[in-house]
């Protein structure tokens, strides 16, 4: 399922590309709420890659735990999870698809191998 980018907030200067990657078995929730009259917010599961784009002063909060509970588990600077010279942080709907593809998993290869392995 596709993902809408939520828009970035007025007046916000050169937003940087994010990365983040759950590393754990369960399923995540990752937050940006310090900054005023914006919000973000997605589900992260296990072994997934979240590509998104916020200001350098926002603070990305991860909160795991079970169903009716959730526990903060770590804060980090969006400047720590900056993707470096990957994509342009001026993004048009072209880079926009691309980043909903790359969270979707449809931005990774899928070729099969064609010759069979051998043993050595």
Avoid: K
């Avoid at 050169?14 to 997605?42: G, H, K």
């Avoid at 010279?85 to 880079?95: C, F, G, I, M, S």
Wanted: aromatic share 4%.
């Amino acid at each position: 399922m596709a993902q809408v980018l939520d828009p970035l907030p007025s007046g916000s200067q050169d937003p940087i590309v994010c990365c983040y990657v759950n590393a754990t078995s369960r399923i995540q929730i990752a937050r940006i709420s310090n900054l005023p009259n914006w919000y973000f917010e997605r589900v992260v599961f296990p072994g997934q890659r979240l590509i998104f784009e916020a200001p350098p002063e926002g603070l990305l909060e991860i909160h795991c735990g079970m169903m009716a509970s959730a526990i903060l588990s770590d804060t980090i600077p969006c400047d720590r999870l900056q993707v470096e010279d990957v994509l342009p942080t001026a993004l048009d709907p072209e880079h926009q698809q691309r980043l909903e593809e790359l969270n979707d998993g449809m931005g990774v290869s899928s070729e099969s191998i064609t010759e069979p392995a051998t043993a050595s």
